[in-house]
């Protein structure tokens, strides 16, 4: 039975909601990114704030959701990478708060992403896929044994170009050597995961036209800026050291260092641009005219420098005790983590598109374009420093083999600061106060989080659980702070629900019902034409189920379904949007994926599958004034599986349909179109 990384408690004895994707069903889907594999585990979806295809951003239960690598953050939580699936084991998902375990984490939940070990035996592999549009993706590992005794080696490397569809043409160069040392009751591990990523944002995709994705255009219709670019470097080593003191005692000492440049040149994302459809109310935001007909107006070009850099050490005792006849594993905990962020835009009036059904974007370089800073014009030049000091505790308690308690608690200090290089005319923190430069703005808390949930073994196979928890999140980023920084986030979850085995874990059926409520959430909206941050309060109530179902040798089927209501319950600075619904937030999602494996004239090893994903209406952002459509999309896929070889052919959107990944600001990110993909591999 699979189990959860810190405390390794089987997934069965939580009281709570997690699941574990692994890279098995990854490969028979053709997944080459953290974005498609998501859609195995039930409540969560792309999108949100920001979503412009040049980083990954999650929401679970309708919250935001933050990425780790082998239980480390991924630093800056909006502003941060598109993850590939490098040298990746598999995929956790813990839905709802966990500050209690991770920290500072958004209340939605964590993905976590599992790597491969290295080998005691020698093995090696690639896998070479070639499909749509231009794409090219290669993956290659070796392990093994070194010649120093105990110590084994692991290195991933990832080669992708596409050319991509509507001209997003994307490169990504990956190495990750890992290795690890076992010496005495030592065991030691050194990482290091080097990334260089080129993409294209598309932050218009296709525009808003009286509240949906414009229609009658083609579906490559282009309304962002041609030469728009987003360059990363991404450099992490880190360092861990397992101590088993005893049968009692485990010492964990985990280190990790983050360095990350962002380069980019892209599209503003807001209401301020739109298709003028009405010339005698709507007036052009540049020159404060009426607008005409049909025109793009209100495009901005932002170009923008990010530089991160994260200091994060753990130390970590797992003590493994009874107290009479009730089991512990007692997971606690001491980190410390700085982060030091420079951020510095600035933003450039565009040329209108002069008609939006046959659009032609006019700019076609930077030169001769008036870069600027002031209210309307998204500009900055930022320092933030911010360092977290935590303990915390997590009790997997055994009260018997049939009753489970799951305990924590997390107490943390944070110190974070803004210090503004640059005063930015018209920019003013939520409370009024000018931002003015050379005085730094400095923020203080120390919130406490905490969880705590049971399940009982009812019946063989049906347990039902019950779960509390309350977690924090600083409001500190590249884009949260441009309106100063704001109160903590806070959030509260009540979860209760029923796990059901049957057939010795052939089939696995997982439900939940939730409820989570979520105060000073930083959230962006335009207001007076003024881009900006807005700090509101939202509650998601909902239900979801998830099946893992092996029916027969051949046979097997992953689905799950969810349907949660999320609203604004409060916003101080816009009172109209209570009640909406936030941004990238639909009603009801639901995935499926199939596979049967069969013979041909006696070769065993053929494969086929099929699956679909559902996913309803999202709105663009709290007004709700845009949205995107529900969608269902169809996906196919042929196989042949010999012991050291394989084949793959995938179908994705197999009945071409018109769809939307995203509901951003001012237009809605494209799906892809029908497409198809070979995969070669072989392993030794």
């Not at 510095?344 to 001769?368: K, Q």
Request: aromatic share 10%; glycine share 10%; charged share 20%.
């Amino acid at each position: 039975m699979p189990t959860l990384g810190k405390t390794g408690t089987a997934l069965g004895d939580l009281p709570a909601s997690v699941q574990v994707i692994p890279k098995k069903v990854l490969n028979e889907q053709g997944a080459a990114t953290l974005q498609q594999a998501v859609t195995n585990a039930s409540g969560i979806n792309a999108g949100g704030q920001d979503s412009l295809g040049y980083f990954d951003h999650f929401l679970i239960r309708g919250l935001n959701a933050q990425v780790y690598s082998d239980g480390f953050s991924d630093g800056d939580q909006l502003g941060g990478l598109s993850h590939s699936l490098n040298g990746v084991q598999g995929i956790e998902i813990q839905e709802g708060p966990g500050s209690a375990l991770f920290g500072s984490g958004p209340p939605g939940g964590t993905i976590n992403i599992v790597h491969y070990k290295p080998s005691s035996e020698f093995h090696y592999g690639d896998s070479l896929q070639v499909g749509s549009f231009g794409t090219i993706t290669n993956n290659f590992f070796v392990t093994g044994p070194s010649t120093v005794p105990g110590l084994d080696y692991r290195i991933d490397a990832t080669v992708s170009h596409s050319d991509g569809f509507r001209d997003l043409e994307s490169q990504d160069y990956e190495i990750r050597p890992d290795f690890i040392w076992h010496f005495g009751d030592h065991t030691f591990e050194f990482a290091l995961d080097a990334r260089h990523l080129e993409q294209t944002p598309d932050s218009y995709g296709l525009i808003y036209f009286k509240g949906s994705p414009i229609t009658g255009v083609p579906v490559d219709a282009k309304y962002s800026t041609p030469f728009a670019d987003a360059t990363q470097d991404f450099l992490r080593p880190t360092f861990t050291d397992t101590w088993k003191v005893n049968d009692f005692l485990t010492i964990n000492n985990r280190f990790s260092y983050l360095y990350r440049t962002l380069d980019a040149v892209r599209n503003g994302d807001s209401t301020r641009t739109f298709v003028c459809t009405n010339p005698a109310t709507q007036k052009d935001p540049v020159t404060g005219k009426a607008c005409i007909l049909n025109q793009v107006v209100g495009r901005q070009l932002r170009q923008q420098d990010d530089t991160d850099n994260d200091l994060d050490y753990q130390f970590e005792p797992v003590w493994k005790f009874a107290t009479g006849s009730v089991g512990h594993t007692l997971l606690t905990g001491f980190e410390v983590q700085h982060e030091r962020l420079s951020t510095s835009r600035s933003t450039a009036d565009l040329p209108n598109i002069a008609d939006a059904f046959a659009p032609v974007p006019p700019e076609t370089s930077a030169s001769g374009l008036t870069f600027k800073c002031d209210a309307s014009h998204s500009c900055d030049d930022d320092h933030l420093e911010a360092t977290y000091l935590s303990v915390y505790a997590t009790d997997q308690i055994d009260v018997t083999d049939r009753w489970k308690i799951r305990a924590g608690v997390r107490k943390d200090w944070w110190d974070t600061s803004l210090d503004p290089q640059i005063t930015v005319p018209g920019r003013f923190t939520s409370e009024g106060t000018p931002l003015v430069a050379g005085v730094t703005q400095d923020r203080d808390d120390a919130p406490v989080s905490w969880n705590v949930g049971t399940l009982y073994k009812l019946l063989p196979g049906v347990s039902p659980y019950f779960g509390v928890s309350e977690s924090h999140l600083t409001n500190f980023n590249s884009e949260n702070t441009q309106n100063g920084i704001g109160a903590p986030e806070s959030a509260f979850q009540y979860e209760a629900g029923i796990k059901f085995s049957m057939s010795d874990d052939r089939v696995v059926l997982n439900t939940a019902a939730f409820t989570i409520s979520r105060d000073n959430v930083a959230t962006a909206t335009v207001i007076n034409g003024v881009e900006g941050v807005v700090f509101d309060s939202q509650r998601t109530k909902g239900v979801e189920a998830s099946l893992d179902a092996r029916v027969t040798d051949q046979w097997h089927i992953l689905a799950n379904v969810t349907a949660q209501d999320a609203v604004i319950t409060n916003n101080p600075q816009g009172i109209t949007s209570v009640g909406n619904h936030p941004q990238g937030v639909p009603a009801y999602m639901a995935n499926l994926w199939t596979t049967y494996q069969f013979s041909i004239a006696g070769v065993r090893g053929f494969q086929i599958g099929a699956g679909l994903n559902y996913r309803d209406v999202t709105f663009s952002d709290i007004t709700n004034k845009n949205s995107v459509p529900s969608y269902v999309i169809g996906n196919a896929m042929l196989g042949y599986e010999a012991q050291t070889w394989g084949v793959t052919l995938n179908v994705d959107n197999i009945t071409d349909e018109r769809y939307f990944v995203a509901a951003n600001g001012a237009g809605a990110f494209v799906g892809n179109p029908l497409s198809a993909f070979v995969n070669i591999h072989f392993k030794r």
